[in-house]
């Protein structure tokens, strides 16, 4: 059975930073990209950053490029998000999710495994 499991969220003032991980299991992903979207009450879910099966490549929305940086180690099965220089439109839930393919995707409905979430407020 597939899981990701997300941590990391909190409050936090305009201008701090979080560091948000998701630690997946089941099986090994370490071919396919993943991403971490949010979703804000009475919004749709949105793309916030993604990083291919190696690491090496890496996509961000352009409402946090610049300030948030996505990282995985898959020794350990971990994605990671460091979000600095957070702003109050930032507050949502946080997702994780894995792609379907090995690249750095945007797409959410090229997403197969899901998340709780982890919620992540950011006060003025």
């Known amino acids: 059975q597939v899981q990701l499991v997300e941590s990391g969220g909190g409050v936090v003032q305009a201008g701090g930073s979080l560091r948000l991980s998701c630690v997946y299991s089941?099986?090994?992903?370490?071919?396919?990209?993943m991403g971490w979207f949010r979703q804000a009450p009475g919004k749709e879910r949105e793309f916030v950053a993604a990083?291919?099966?190696?690491?090496?490549?890496?996509k961000a929305a352009d409402s946090v490029r610049g300030r948030f940086t996505i990282s995985r180690d898959n020794a350990k099965n971990t994605v990671y998000l460091q979000m600095n220089s957070l702003k109050p439109e930032d507050t949502a839930v946080y997702y994780c999710?894995?792609?379907?393919?090995?690249?750095?995707?945007?797409?959410?409905?090229?997403?197969?495994?899901w998340g709780q979430g982890t919620q992540v407020t950011v006060s003025s």
């Open positions: 999710a894995v792609g379907r393919r090995p690249i750095a995707s945007g797409v959410v409905n090229e997403y197969d495994y």
């Open positions: 089941g099986r090994t992903f370490t071919t396919n990209g």
């Open positions: 990083i291919n099966w190696r690491g090496g490549n890496t």
